[in-house]
């Protein structure tokens, strides 16, 4: 009973610590670190060697919180493995990868091997030895954290294909990370123990990889059962976290099980398992979007948990006596990386604008080469302490200077929606009414508070002179074409004529032959300009017959048309151009997007769609969409041009314009 009792106030005293961390990491944005950064700093803060709010022997009785978060945060990985999306990036991911691996992994052996003679716990060692604590601290060195990569892209709402790229390799990267520690591992004991390589290691070696890879297919077919099951989405999200811990409740039970049954450990990898079963579900289930909003909806507090324990398990008394080798493993490990994403950049076919710094994305290390230094230690406690002193020494810099790194490059390649925002970079929409009125100045203010620039324009220089709350009127002599060019009407996404029919027909005929502009709306009162108006490609307003058309719709169709016309709270309906060329045929059932969004219709080739999910996406689609407002803003993001953040990158490209869907 005391020890339950004991139990209870950690992990409440831990919650609340958690909580705090939260809403004090929010602030280190505005100095241009990000949120899992603050969330290290508190947990270093309030851990045992500050001022020791989360106490040294609190941390081992938490492991199943880092459990539950890794578990979790394997599936977060796992999702953003979504083939049909990443296939246009495959050759950059795939290069960079091997790069990654090859380079790293190779480089650090390398060096490790020949500084080995200056580390005190190495240097009275066999050849044989050194070589294998070689092989275990280059797999660690090629480690990278998917969460911490989520968390940076996630924070920024970053997309693009830098961001594309960087995500696809740490996810692989790390599975493959897994795979080559399995080997290493194995190949470090025979070096250690000295038993002959015979042919039942690698039987034993290859069991455990087939093994895993089988389990991770089985947990991926149990998830598909589970959100197929007509249960809410929260009891849905705690039957998955459940089965995520559950997977390092069995690799314990396997490792006990296999010394008593069969005289040899057998282990399996939770991290690979979890991930393999997160990847079924994207790839092969049918419940991906909500498996998607699952993440979304439980990957926030998985980080707090996660960062926040991880800076308190951080054992700050290592660093005075490491830090001379463990910053200069630091910086061996940054120069590999660097040399190997430059020269997988460029086999990729990436720009060098690229390729200069897509080895920052790569610095961060957290849980998962935390969990392989502590199965080492654990194995080998003749030296395990000293080498897991000098490489948690070496994953607390990483983990320090990875995110900011990160989040600079994602900033650099400009990827950051907020980047944009603060650069005030011209992708706000202009528009310029012609007519000065009441509802002119209503429609003006309306279209301000949804961030368009508008111009009201009138002729009459008395009312152009005063002023109007915030809303710019510009006066004009006449209509012409020189005086069109001098309110810039040529920069107007859309113009409204609100003025007499032949007034409006003048501006309509000019920016026909002369301006371009892709949309115009035009109040006609008599019906005898509506065809003039037609012909010209303008949408048109008739106030006889608009009002009762609204009030049939509202009778009929009450929801649609409230949404239409933006009167329910939060939702909006807007159109979204496809700029992005990564997503040019793909089917929009494919699309990974907010569950709450409907893509109503495509406009191709001045000619309506009714979308469907088998309608394919082309470039220059206009898509009218209905759902929340952060919702639409993350498709916004997604349809954007992510070629512009790549200007050295050629645009190689055939549009099938006889597809229909």
């Known amino acids: 009973m005391n020890e339950s009792l004991e139990m209870v106030m950690i992990l409440a005293g831990f919650i609340i610590v958690s909580v705090a961390a939260s809403r004090i990491a929010k602030y280190f944005p505005k100095v241009k670190l ?32 880092n459990e539950i978060s890794l578990s979790f945060i394997a599936f977060a990985a796992g999702a953003e493995l979504y ?25 650090s052996i390398a060096v490790v091997l020949l500084i080995s003679e200056r580390i005190q716990f190495m240097a009275n060692m066999s050849f044989e030895y050194q070589m294998a604590i070689a092989l275990l601290m280059g797999t660690v060195f ?36 897994i795979i080559l520690f399995t080997i290493c591992f194995a190949v470090a004991d025979v070096l250690i123990t000295g038993v002959p390589f015979d042919i039942w290691l690698v039987i034993i070696l290859v069991g455990e990889l087939c093994l895993s890879v089988l389990l991770g297919f089985v947990l991926g077919q149990f998830m598909i059962l589970i959100l197929a099951l007509k249960i809410t989405t929260h009891v849905k999200a705690v ?34 398992i979890c991930i393999l079963g997160s990847f079924v579900v994207v790839n092969f289930g049918n419940s991906r979007r909500e498996f998607t909003r699952i993440i979304e909806m439980v990957v926030p507090f998985i980080y707090v948990l996660f960062y926040t324990l991880t ?102 390649v400009g990827e950051s929606h907020k980047q944009r925002i603060l650069q005030h970079e011209n992708k706000v929409k202009n528009a310029i009414i012609f007519g000065l009125e009441g509802q002119s100045l209503a429609l003006a203010r309306q279209l301000i508070d949804h961030e368009w620039n508008v111009k009201l324009v009138t002729r009459d220089k008395v009312k152009a002179s005063r002023e109007y709350k915030g809303v710019q009127v510009v006066h004009i002599n006449d209509i012409s074409l020189e005086e069109l060019n001098e309110i810039k009407a040529q920069k107007a996404d859309a113009l409204v004529l609100l003025n007499e029919d032949e007034d409006n027909l003048k501006v309509c005929e000019l920016a026909y032959e002369h301006l371009g502009t892709r ?22 307003v008739e106030p006889s017959t608009v009002m009762v058309s609204l009030l049939d719709h509202l009778v009929r169709s009450p929801l649609a048309t409230s949404l239409l016309l933006g009167m329910e709270e939060n939702q909006d309906t807007i159109d979204l151009e496809m ?31 009714i979308s469907t999910g088998f309608t394919r996406l082309r470039l220059g689609d206009v898509l009218t969409v209905v759902g929340s407002v952060e919702s639409i803003e993350k498709l916004r993001l997604k349809m954007s041009n992510s070629n512009n953040a790549d200007p050295g990158k050629p645009i190689s490209f055939k549009r099938n314009l006889s597809d229909s869907e």
């Open 34 to 65: 990000p949120v899992i950064t603050g969330l290290l700093f508190i947990g270093i803060v309030s851990g045992p060697f500050v001022l020791d709010l989360v106490p040294r022997e609190a941390i081992p009785k938490l492991s199943f919180v």
């Open 239 to 272: 039957v998955l976290i459940l089965s995520g811990y559950s997977i390092y409740f069995l690799a314990s039970l396997v490792h006990n099980k296999s010394l008593l049954w069969f005289g040899f450990d057998i282990y399996i990898e939770p991290l690979l």
């Open 311 to 412: 800076g308190a398990s951080i054992k700050l008394n290592v660093l005075p006596n490491v830090w001379d080798v463990a910053l200069l493993f630091f910086i061996i490990r940054l120069i590999s990386i660097a040399i190997g994403a430059y020269i997988g950049g460029a086999l990729g076919g990436n720009s060098n604008r690229y390729n200069r710094v897509f080895w920052m994305p790569f610095v961060t290390q957290a849980g998962v080469a935390i969990g392989l230094v502590s199965v080492i230690a654990a194995k080998y406690p003749s030296w395990g302490s000293e080498f897991s002193t000098i490489l948690i020494a070496v994953i607390v810099l990483n983990e320090i200077v990875g995110p900011p790194l990160f989040k600079w490059s994602v900033l650099y």
């Open 83 to 107: 083939l049909k999306e990443l296939q246009g990036r495959m050759k950059s991911i795939r290069w960079m990868t091997i790069g990654q691996l090859v380079f790293t992994f190779g480089i």
């Open 519 to 540: 949309d115009i709306v035009v109040r006609v009162q008599e019906r005898s300009y509506v065809r003039k108006f037609h012909e010209l490609g303008a949408l048109i």
């Open 579 to 609: 700029q992005n060329l990564e997503l040019h045929d793909v089917a929009i059932r494919d699309l990974q997007i907010p569950t709450d969004l409907i893509i109503m219709a495509t406009k191709r080739n001045q000619s309506t769609l």
């Open 142 to 177: 090629v480690t990278r954290s998917p969460a911490s990569a989520i968390a940076v892209i996630n924070e920024l709402r970053a997309k693009g294909p830098f961001t594309q790229t960087a995500i696809g390799v740490t996810v692989i990267k790390d599975v493959l990370v």
